[in-house]
């Protein structure tokens, strides 16, 4: 399952990908986890030594070298330059799963106690970064698109802050997003904001509230998500001791709060996955891409790289020689 957590900045986007992606593979499944966001911190959260923490290569300057190696044989990408982070996969191309060994993964994912982990690069220039997020960011998106996930395996993203993460079709990549969402009325304005696009893509969204005190603070919550709210997190000693660099085992967070990492993966597995969505969207913006500038820079109709039934699917695996 791919699985994406939203929210505002400071939310705990960050905390709670880093406390599922560790449940879940303490629990043994296998997790691959992607900080997407323009501050970096999940891998500290995750529990990589501060002094390994200034993660070399990162995703985002590896985007070519994604490029090259997901476009494989594909007739209808005859180079990596002519791949947009929106192109699709085809006959030729090169799918991955989350257990496999590759060229990619061998340079900018690490292990981090089970946890197959990779940054896309943090940005440090507000203005600027933003901009050059985006572009960064779409080896995450290429990898996305050519990721057959099992509903056992989970992909977990921690996504930019708020609407940022709009900008491009990135948010429909995901079986389940969680909007990680504060008893503030920043926090669920943000949610609504969120849910409005959402609305628009069939992309489901399910409320994770986080820094509950008491019952007023859910009651706040119900009142503004309404169905939506999944669960919360309570205001937490385990992570605040995390925070500062005592990450204990991770199933001694308090039981509530594991109960909601639990709930969280069940609702995501029970959800289950939707192949046809999956591929009709990522051509979707992949057209719509093309029309509105890749086009005119490769001076061909890049929408033509669309295979319309290469739908992805388990199916393939079966198929691809590598
Ligand atoms: N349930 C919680 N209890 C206590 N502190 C929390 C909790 N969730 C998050 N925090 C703290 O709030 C801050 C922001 O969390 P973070 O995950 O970095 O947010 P984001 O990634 O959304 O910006 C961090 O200092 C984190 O330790
Ligand atoms: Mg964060």
């Given amino acids: 399952m791919k699985l994406a957590f939203v929210g505002k900045g400071g939310s705990g986007k960050t905390t709670m990908a880093s406390l599922f992606a560790r449940r879940a593979a303490g629990l043994g ?14 891998a500290a959260a995750l529990g990589l030594d501060p002094d390994e923490a200034a993660i070399d290569p990162v995703l985002g300057e590896r985007l070519g070298d994604v490029k090259e190696y997901l476009r494989g044989t594909n007739p209808l990408i005859p180079s990596a330059e002519l791949m947009l982070k929106t192109t699709p996969p085809g006959p030729g191309s090169r799918l991955l799963t989350v257990g496999e060994s590759n060229p990619v993964y061998d340079e900018v994912f690490r292990d981090v106690e089970g946890i197959r982990f990779a940054a896309t690069g943090g940005f440090v220039d507000d203005d600027l970064g933003v901009a050059c997020y985006h572009s960064k960011v779409g080896a995450v998106e290429l990898m996305l698109n050519h990721m057959i996930d099992r509903e056992d395996e989970f992909v977990v993203v921690d996504m930019v ?3 940022e993460a709009f900008a491009s079709g ?17 926090s669920v304005g943000v949610y609504r904001q969120y849910a409005g696009y959402a609305a628009d893509y069939d992309v489901d969204i399910a409320v994770i509230g986080n820094k509950i005190d008491d019952a007023d603070d859910v009651d706040f919550l119900r009142e503004h998500v309404g169905e939506a709210l999944l669960g919360w997190c309570s205001r937490s000693r385990y992570i605040k001791a995390a925070e500062r660099g005592r990450i204990g085992p991770i199933d001694e967070l308090e039981e509530d709060n594991l109960a909601v990492l639990d709930a ?21 913006f992949h057209r719509r891409a093309a029309e509105s500038w890749g086009n005119d820079r490769a001076g061909i109709d890049l929408a033509d790289q669309i295979v319309p039934d290469y739908i992805l699917g388990e199916h393939l695996l079966r198929a691809q020689t590598v």
């Fill in 29 to 42: 499944h296998a997790v691959m986890a992607i900080d997407a966001d323009i501050n970096q911190h999940l």
């Fill in 170 to 186: 990135m948010f429909t990549r995901f079986d389940q997003t969680f909007l990680v969402c504060e008893p503030t009325l920043r």
């Fill in 161 to 163: 802050a708020g609407a």
């Fill in 264 to 284: 969280a993966r069940e609702r995501a597995v029970a959800a289950g996955k939707d192949w046809e969505k999956f591929t009709r969207q990522a051509h979707e």
